[in-house]
């Protein structure tokens, strides 16, 4: 686990778009596992400048989104679809027929996780996951004691979950969906690279837990510290809860420049 502290989100935010396209300039047929909510939406916006000012082609890339709410139509202005849409896809050139995001009206729930997790393999795996982690801990919509081992499912969502995301829906956390579709751990862990990101003092109890803390699955994004490959990128504010904060920035100054935002 690599942890970098940038001052303020923006900073992690522009260093997380920068490998993401690095890695697709030297893959186009990248597959990328997208992430929705707050925290990636600095990061969407880099990409959408690079592709506009800088000609970066994801004309060849795919992408998997992580989750989707049950019972939602893709056209519901909440759900991941619709995020998807207005804060990334309408904006670069992703082909329509390489984007993959769960269907959250399914009618054959079991069967389409299935198919999820078959797409995903023949599409040669995910070569960067981007990750965002909830207060309780949470990445995708795997919920605390979530199994290590899990694939593409249905999650009810905690009512920690609830009431975080009931930002979205008038603030009322009864109109967020209960159910939810979301990659599993185990789907996330065979990712060949994972970047999360989490800014603000609300995920600096999680992130400490996650980074410095024992793994368990009451924290699902603890499993990250067996991830051969993930780094993780904050602000100074979700950082302020790690012990050895001054140890990360420290690694960090002192890497050779090649190795700094790779
Ligand atoms: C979103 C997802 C979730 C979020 C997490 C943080 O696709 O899978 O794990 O990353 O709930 O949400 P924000 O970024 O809104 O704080």
């Given at each position: 686990?690599?942890?970098?502290?940038k001052?303020?989100?923006?900073?992690?935010?522009?260093?997380?778009?920068?490998?993401?396209?690095?890695?697709?300039r030297?893959k186009?047929?990248?597959?990328?596992?997208?992430?929705?909510g707050?925290?990636?939406?600095?990061?969407?916006?880099?990409?959408?400048?690079?592709?506009?000012?800088?000609?970066?082609?994801?004309s060849?890339?795919?992408t998997?989104?992580?989750?989707?709410?049950l019972?939602?139509?893709?056209?519901?202005p909440?759900?991941?679809?619709?995020f998807?849409?207005?804060?990334?896809?309408?904006?670069?050139?992703?082909?329509?027929e390489?984007?993959?995001?769960?269907?959250?009206?399914?009618?054959?729930?079991?069967?389409f996780?299935r198919d999820?997790?078959?797409?995903?393999?023949?599409?040669?795996?995910?070569?960067?996951?981007?990750?965002?982690?909830?207060?309780?801990?949470?990445i995708?919509?795997?919920?605390?004691?979530?199994s290590?081992?899990?694939?593409?499912?249905?999650?009810?969502?905690?009512?920690?979950?609830?009431?975080?995301?009931?930002?979205?829906?008038?603030?009322?956390p009864?109109?967020?969906?209960r159910?939810?579709?979301?990659?599993?751990?185990?789907?996330?862990m065979?990712?060949r690279?994972?970047?999360?990101?989490?800014?603000?003092?609300?995920?600096?109890?999680?992130?400490a837990?996650?980074?410095?803390?024992?793994?368990?699955?009451?924290?699902?994004?603890?499993?990250?510290?067996?991830?051969?490959?993930a780094?993780?990128?904050?602000d100074?504010?979700?950082?302020s809860?790690?012990?050895?904060?001054?140890?990360?920035?420290w690694?960090?100054?002192?890497?050779?420049?090649?190795?700094?935002?790779?």
């Amino acid at each position: 686990m690599e942890v970098v502290i940038k001052q303020a989100s923006e900073d992690a935010c522009i260093a997380g778009a920068r490998i993401v396209a690095r890695l697709v300039r030297e893959k186009p047929t990248a597959v990328l596992g997208l992430a929705t909510g707050g925290t990636p939406l600095p990061l969407y916006c880099e990409l959408i400048r690079m592709h506009r000012d800088e000609g970066l082609d994801f004309s060849r890339t795919t992408t998997f989104n992580l989750d989707e709410y049950l019972g939602l139509e893709p056209t519901h202005p909440q759900s991941y679809h619709h995020f998807m849409r207005e804060n990334l896809f309408d904006a670069i050139n992703i082909p329509v027929e390489n984007r993959h995001i769960p269907d959250g009206m399914t009618s054959d729930v079991p069967g389409f996780c299935r198919d999820y997790e078959r797409r995903i393999r023949d599409a040669g795996g995910i070569d960067l996951q981007i990750l965002g982690i909830g207060s309780d801990g949470h990445i995708g919509f795997n919920e605390p004691v979530s199994s290590f081992a899990s694939r593409t499912r249905i999650k009810t969502l905690a009512k920690e979950t609830l009431q975080d995301n009931a930002r979205f829906f008038d603030g009322d956390p009864d109109k967020v969906p209960r159910h939810c579709i979301t990659m599993g751990i185990g789907t996330i862990m065979d990712a060949r690279r994972v970047l999360l990101l989490a800014f603000g003092e609300s995920k600096s109890r999680a992130v400490a837990g996650m980074t410095e803390g024992p793994v368990a699955s009451v924290l699902p994004a603890s499993i990250l510290q067996h991830h051969p490959d993930a780094k993780i990128l904050l602000d100074n504010a979700a950082a302020s809860e790690l012990k050895r904060a001054d140890y990360y920035r420290w690694v960090y100054e002192n890497k050779p420049d090649w190795q700094r935002d790779a």
